[in-house]
Protein backbone atom coordinates (compact mmCIF):
# COMPACT_ATOMS: atom_id res chain seq x y z
CA UNK A 1 0.00 0.00 0.00
CA UNK A 2 1.16 3.55 -0.40
CA UNK A 3 3.51 5.46 -2.34
CA UNK A 4 7.10 4.26 -3.69
CA UNK A 5 8.72 4.82 0.00
CA UNK A 6 6.63 1.72 1.28
CA UNK A 7 7.12 0.10 -1.69
CA UNK A 8 11.02 0.04 -0.55
CA UNK A 9 10.19 -0.81 2.40
CA UNK A 10 7.81 -3.75 2.35
CA UNK A 11 10.74 -4.97 -0.35
CA UNK A 12 13.66 -4.83 1.88
CA UNK A 13 15.60 -7.51 1.30
CA UNK A 14 16.99 -9.59 3.94
CA UNK A 15 18.76 -12.43 4.78
CA UNK A 16 17.23 -15.26 4.03
CA UNK A 17 14.45 -13.76 2.12
CA UNK A 18 13.33 -16.39 -0.49
CA UNK A 19 12.86 -13.87 -3.49
CA UNK A 20 16.13 -13.03 -3.53
CA UNK A 21 19.40 -14.46 -5.29
CA UNK A 22 22.39 -14.31 -2.70
CA UNK A 23 24.69 -13.91 -5.54
CA UNK A 24 23.19 -10.68 -6.32
CA UNK A 25 23.87 -6.94 -5.97
CA UNK A 26 20.92 -5.77 -4.71
CA UNK A 27 19.79 -2.52 -5.53
CA UNK A 28 16.03 -1.91 -4.71
CA UNK A 29 13.62 -0.65 -7.59
CA UNK A 30 10.01 0.66 -6.41
CA UNK A 31 8.87 -0.37 -9.90
CA UNK A 32 6.69 -3.53 -8.80
CA UNK A 33 3.63 -5.02 -7.61
CA UNK A 34 1.95 -7.91 -6.31
CA UNK A 35 1.45 -10.92 -9.15
CA UNK A 36 -2.10 -11.93 -9.08
CA UNK A 37 -3.33 -14.21 -6.39
CA UNK A 38 -2.29 -18.01 -6.94
CA UNK A 39 -0.23 -17.33 -10.18
CA UNK A 40 2.75 -20.21 -10.84
CA UNK A 41 5.63 -18.20 -11.95
CA UNK A 42 6.34 -20.29 -15.14
CA UNK A 43 8.40 -17.87 -18.06
CA UNK A 44 12.11 -16.28 -18.04
CA UNK A 45 12.15 -13.26 -20.40
CA UNK A 46 15.51 -12.51 -21.57
CA UNK A 47 16.04 -8.87 -22.65
CA UNK A 48 19.02 -6.81 -24.05
CA UNK A 49 19.29 -3.15 -23.15
CA UNK A 50 21.93 -0.39 -23.04
CA UNK A 51 21.92 3.26 -21.74
CA UNK A 52 21.84 5.53 -23.98
CA UNK A 53 21.78 2.62 -26.77
CA UNK A 54 24.91 1.25 -27.50
CA UNK A 55 26.94 2.09 -24.61
CA UNK A 56 28.01 0.86 -21.61
CA UNK A 57 28.75 1.27 -18.38
CA UNK A 58 27.28 4.06 -17.29
CA UNK A 59 25.32 4.02 -14.15
CA UNK A 60 21.84 4.63 -16.04
CA UNK A 61 19.98 1.66 -16.48
CA UNK A 62 20.04 1.13 -12.76
CA UNK A 63 18.63 5.13 -12.94
CA UNK A 64 16.05 4.21 -14.72
CA UNK A 65 15.06 1.66 -12.73
CA UNK A 66 15.22 2.85 -9.76
CA UNK A 67 13.35 6.16 -11.10
CA UNK A 68 16.65 8.57 -10.91
CA UNK A 69 16.96 8.95 -14.60
CA UNK A 70 18.36 12.66 -15.35
CA UNK A 71 16.51 13.71 -17.98
CA UNK A 72 19.08 16.27 -19.23
CA UNK A 73 21.59 14.15 -18.78
CA UNK A 74 21.60 12.89 -22.42
CA UNK A 75 18.89 13.21 -25.38
CA UNK A 76 17.85 9.77 -25.35
CA UNK A 77 16.58 10.26 -21.87
CA UNK A 78 14.19 13.05 -21.80
CA UNK A 79 10.84 10.86 -23.60
CA UNK A 80 11.69 7.63 -21.26
CA UNK A 81 13.01 9.32 -17.66
CA UNK A 82 9.30 9.34 -16.37
CA UNK A 83 8.90 5.23 -17.39
CA UNK A 84 8.17 3.22 -14.37
CA UNK A 85 9.73 -0.11 -15.74
CA UNK A 86 12.39 -2.49 -13.90
CA UNK A 87 13.50 -6.35 -14.89
CA UNK A 88 14.17 -8.54 -11.73
CA UNK A 89 17.36 -8.69 -12.60
CA UNK A 90 20.64 -7.30 -15.19
CA UNK A 91 23.95 -8.87 -15.98
CA UNK A 92 26.13 -6.32 -16.95
CA UNK A 93 29.16 -7.18 -19.52
CA UNK A 94 31.51 -8.15 -16.85
CA UNK A 95 29.06 -10.87 -15.78
CA UNK A 96 27.96 -8.77 -12.24
CA UNK A 97 24.55 -10.07 -11.49
CA UNK A 98 22.29 -7.25 -10.01
CA UNK A 99 18.78 -8.29 -8.76
CA UNK A 100 16.10 -5.03 -8.80
CA UNK A 101 13.12 -6.86 -7.53
CA UNK A 102 12.08 -9.76 -5.20
CA UNK A 103 11.35 -12.67 -7.63
CA UNK A 104 7.87 -13.20 -6.36
CA UNK A 105 6.79 -10.18 -7.05
CA UNK A 106 5.72 -8.48 -10.44
CA UNK A 107 8.25 -6.32 -12.04
CA UNK A 108 7.29 -4.05 -14.95
CA UNK A 109 9.75 -5.87 -17.87
CA UNK A 110 7.63 -7.04 -20.44
CA UNK A 111 4.86 -4.75 -21.10
CA UNK A 112 2.10 -5.60 -23.71
CA UNK A 113 3.04 -9.09 -24.15
CA UNK A 114 1.63 -12.50 -24.58
CA UNK A 115 3.11 -16.26 -24.34
CA UNK A 116 1.26 -19.38 -25.69
CA UNK A 117 -2.13 -17.09 -26.04
CA UNK A 118 -1.56 -15.82 -22.54
CA UNK A 119 -1.63 -12.04 -22.40
CA UNK A 120 0.33 -9.96 -19.66
CA UNK A 121 3.56 -11.96 -19.23
CA UNK A 122 4.68 -9.61 -16.44
CA UNK A 123 1.94 -12.02 -14.51
CA UNK A 124 3.75 -14.68 -14.75
CA UNK A 125 7.50 -13.84 -15.51
CA UNK A 126 10.91 -13.34 -14.39
CA UNK A 127 12.55 -10.54 -16.66
CA UNK A 128 16.70 -10.91 -17.20
CA UNK A 129 18.13 -8.11 -18.60
CA UNK A 130 21.47 -8.21 -20.22
CA UNK A 131 23.05 -5.01 -20.83
CA UNK A 132 23.81 -5.11 -24.33
CA UNK A 133 22.78 -4.15 -27.75
CA UNK A 134 20.48 -6.31 -30.55
CA UNK A 135 23.76 -6.30 -33.35
CA UNK A 136 27.11 -6.38 -30.88
CA UNK A 137 28.01 -9.30 -29.72
CA UNK A 138 27.01 -10.64 -26.23
CA UNK A 139 30.41 -10.94 -23.63
CA UNK A 140 31.47 -14.77 -22.39
CA UNK A 141 30.80 -13.21 -18.61
CA UNK A 142 27.12 -12.45 -19.41
CA UNK A 143 26.77 -15.79 -20.69
CA UNK A 144 28.31 -17.73 -17.79
CA UNK A 145 26.40 -15.74 -15.40
CA UNK A 146 22.96 -16.05 -17.37
CA UNK A 147 23.53 -19.81 -17.82
CA UNK A 148 24.09 -20.18 -13.72
CA UNK A 149 21.62 -17.76 -12.77
CA UNK A 150 19.09 -19.82 -15.27
CA UNK A 151 19.99 -22.71 -13.60
CA UNK A 152 19.16 -21.45 -9.85
CA UNK A 153 15.88 -20.00 -11.07
CA UNK A 154 14.62 -23.39 -12.58
CA UNK A 155 15.25 -24.85 -9.07
CA UNK A 156 13.51 -22.46 -7.32
CA UNK A 157 10.28 -21.95 -10.01
CA UNK A 158 10.76 -25.86 -11.50
CA UNK A 159 7.76 -24.47 -13.89
CA UNK A 160 9.93 -22.71 -16.06
CA UNK A 161 11.10 -25.60 -18.05
CA UNK A 162 14.03 -24.78 -20.76
CA UNK A 163 11.31 -24.34 -23.18
CA UNK A 164 9.47 -21.41 -21.50
CA UNK A 165 12.80 -19.56 -21.57
CA UNK A 166 12.18 -16.46 -24.50
CA UNK A 167 13.38 -12.99 -25.73
CA UNK A 168 11.21 -10.35 -24.90
CA UNK A 169 11.07 -9.78 -28.75
CA UNK A 170 8.72 -13.35 -28.86
CA UNK A 171 6.54 -12.27 -26.50
CA UNK A 172 6.00 -8.61 -27.81
CA UNK A 173 6.77 -9.28 -31.49
CA UNK A 174 6.76 -6.08 -33.61
CA UNK A 175 7.16 -4.25 -30.48
CA UNK A 176 10.10 -5.13 -29.34
CA UNK A 177 13.62 -6.72 -31.09
CA UNK A 178 15.73 -7.38 -27.76
CA UNK A 179 18.00 -9.48 -27.17
CA UNK A 180 18.37 -9.46 -30.85
CA UNK A 181 20.10 -11.29 -33.38
CA UNK A 182 23.56 -11.32 -31.53
CA UNK A 183 22.09 -13.37 -28.83
CA UNK A 184 23.21 -16.64 -29.14
CA UNK A 185 20.47 -19.24 -28.14
CA UNK A 186 22.19 -22.09 -29.12
CA UNK A 187 25.39 -20.85 -26.75
CA UNK A 188 23.52 -20.32 -23.95
CA UNK A 189 21.23 -23.67 -24.24
CA UNK A 190 24.27 -25.77 -23.98
CA UNK A 191 25.36 -23.46 -21.10
CA UNK A 192 22.65 -23.48 -19.17
CA UNK A 193 22.52 -28.00 -19.91
CA UNK A 194 25.98 -28.08 -18.64
CA UNK A 195 25.20 -26.51 -15.55
CA UNK A 196 22.44 -28.31 -14.96
CA UNK A 197 24.70 -31.07 -15.09
CA UNK A 198 24.41 -32.43 -18.49
CA UNK A 199 27.26 -32.69 -21.23
CA UNK A 200 29.84 -30.16 -21.36
CA UNK A 201 29.34 -27.56 -22.95
CA UNK A 202 32.06 -27.46 -26.06
CA UNK A 203 32.75 -23.88 -25.92
ZN1 LIG B 1 13.12 -5.98 -23.31
Known sequence: MGGPESRLAESSPRDGSPGWLPQARRLISPNWDERPPGIAVDLLVIHGVSLPPGEFGGPWIDALFQNRLDPEAHPYFRPIAGLRVSSHLLIRRDGELIQYVDLHKRAWHAGVSSFGGRERCNDYAIGIELEGADEV???????????????????????????????????????????????????????????????PAPG
Open 137 to 199: PYTAAQYQTLAETSRDLLVRFPAITPERIVGHSAIAPGRKTDPGPAFDWDRYRRLLAACQGGA
